[in-house]
């Protein structure tokens, strides 16, 4: 070593060194997500006299406790808790929904959370995560969970589910993904879940694309990519909008009477979607009452009943004259028509939009 070296300008250089590289290491530690809670009530906020009989009523714990019941989760993520609404999800609402995208849109716009976790009913989970899908406009996961049993259950099944639902939303790999449904250690694209059982804890399913990945220690695997537009991709703009155009359902079976369309017709219903038999089949009083439905100026869908397989532009006795809705089961298909809605009634046009999202 040079007998004239003075060791302190290096001694200061390592110093110097180590606390730049400290600062960024302190710098560069993942500071937890911000992750906001939106409660609306359903089975994972239920509760029983006892754990293990199967009646409950849903809707009872508030946000704090579903919460409480969860303190694995406070080290994933800083929580925000905000009870939207406390009810069971067969009873969820047009105004609720437009206050769920209204509260995600503001916390996204304002940077106020990383990504959305919403608890709810899962009888029309698919429902609010589709629609949402098609109209929250920011790349920030927001994931929906429940449960299958009440949170008074042996074994109840929502803890792990929020859990679970948090470590998505916290993950880097759920950004720009589309809103998802976490249930029972596996995640869906919003686009084609389903509810496939009444009471088992595996209830969700995507009948024709399986489930978008699975969860395992509090990380996400993606087994395929969501091919659909969603989110930020979507051209649905609910700013100002406070009604959506009225859009039922109706239901084809052996012999089905067509008095519903004439009674939805009167109501001014503005779209119908038809869950058909089959390849989105119907009967003739049927065919007879959708093309007076048209007349009127009605929007009318063929969806069909059946799980899988969906409806292309294929018909059997009658032409097809109806945009069909190809991998969209009819909740789906009403919720993509009901936004169509808000943009034209030409059907060349709502064809298209059953073609992309
Ligand atoms: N009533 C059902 C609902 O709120 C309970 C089902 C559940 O949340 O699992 O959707």
């Given at each position: 070593m040079n007998k004239n070296h003075n060791p302190k300008p290096m001694l200061k250089y390592l110093m110097a060194t180590l606390i730049l590289f400290a600062s960024l290491l302190s710098f560069g530690q993942t500071q937890k997500p911000v992750i906001a809670i939106l409660a609306t009530g359903g089975t994972i906020a239920g509760s029983a006299?006892?754990?293990?009989?199967a009646s409950y009523n849903p809707g009872i714990l508030s946000v704090e406790q579903i919460i409480s019941?969860?303190?694995?989760?406070n080290e994933i993520a800083t929580l925000e808790a905000i009870q939207v609404c406390n009810i069971s999800?067969?009873?969820?609402e047009e105004q609720i929904w437009l206050q769920l995208w209204k509260t995600i849109d503001s916390l996204f716009a304002n940077k106020l959370c990383d990504g959305v976790v919403i608890t709810h009913g899962t009888d029309t989970m698919e429902e609010t995560a589709y629609f949402l899908n098609l109209t929250v406009r920011h790349p920030n996961p927001v994931v929906l969970t429940g449960s299958m049993?009440?949170?008074?259950?042996?074994?109840?099944?929502g803890p792990f589910n929020l859990y679970n639902a948090v470590a998505l939303a916290s993950?880097?790999?759920?950004?720009?993904?589309?809103v998802m449904v976490a249930m029972n250690d596996l995640f869906f694209c919003a686009n084609d879940v389903t509810?496939?059982?009444?009471?088992?804890?595996?209830?969700?399913?995507?009948?024709?694309?399986?489930?978008?990945g699975q969860m395992r220690d509090g990380k996400p695997s993606f087994?395929?990519?969501?091919?659909f537009i969603h989110?930020?991709?979507?051209?649905?703009?609910?700013?100002?909008?406070?009604k959506l155009p009225g859009t039922e359902i109706l239901y084809a079976y052996?012999?089905?009477?067509?008095l519903p369309f004439y009674s939805l017709i009167e109501q001014g219903t503005k779209g119908i979607v038809i869950a058909g038999a089959g390849h989105g089949n119907y009967n003739r009083p049927f065919a007879t009452a959708m093309e007076h439905a048209s007349k009127k100026g009605i929007v009318v869908v063929r969806s069909t009943r059946?799980?899988?397989?969906g409806v292309d532009k294929a018909a059997e006795?009658?032409?097809?004259i109806f945009p069909v809705s190809y991998n969209k089961n009819p909740q789906k298909a009403r919720i993509l028509l009901m936004l169509a809605l808000t943009q034209t009634k030409d059907t060349k046009k709502i064809q298209e939009f059953f073609e992309k999202y």
């Open positions: 006299q006892s754990s293990v009989q019941s969860v303190p694995a989760v999800s067969q009873n969820m049993r009440p949170a008074s259950a042996l074994s109840a099944d993950s880097k790999e759920a950004y720009g993904k589309g509810k496939s059982h009444t009471t088992n804890t595996a209830a969700f399913t995507c009948p024709n694309y399986g489930p978008l087994f395929r990519e969501n091919l989110t930020t991709r979507s051209q649905f703009e609910l700013k100002g909008v406070d052996a012999f089905a009477s067509d059946i799980p899988s397989g006795e009658y032409n097809s």
